[in-house]
């Protein structure tokens, strides 16, 4: 059974970071492409940022320079660190997994970023 788990959220103060995890399991986690969405309120799912199963990285404009996208595949974990948090940060963030073999698609449940002075 897939299962992506989010962890890491919270309340900050703009100009503070947050790491979000995304620990996998039910999968071989190495092998999978993997990203961050993000979903504000009333508005669409988009990407953040994505991470290829050979750690080629890609990012939102909005995000470039101060987020990072990593993996640990001996932890099945995948990782978001963000910096410079500004209020339009705030969301609900989701990991993604994208099988390399079908058009499996599997998400987590989410954590929330809410960034307020």
């Known amino acids: 059974q897939v299962q992506l788990v989010e962890s890491g959220g919270g309340l900050v103060q703009p100009g503070r970071s947050l790491r979000l995890s995304c620990a996998a399991s039910g999968f071989t986690f190495s092998r999978y492409d993997m990203g961050w969405y993000r979903q504000a309120p009333g508005k669409e799912r988009k990407l953040v940022a994505f991470i290829t199963s050979r750690n080629s990285t890609d990012y939102a404009d909005s995000v470039k320079g101060r987020f990072t996208i990593s993996r640990d595949n001996a932890k099945n974990t995948l990782y978001l660190r963000m910096s410079s948090l500004k209020p339009e940060d705030t969301a609900l963030y989701y990991c993604?997994?994208?099988?390399?073999?079908?058009?499996?698609?599997?998400w987590g449940q989410g954590a929330q970023v809410t960034v307020v002075s």
């Open positions: 993604k997994a994208l099988s390399p073999n079908s058009p499996n698609v599997y």
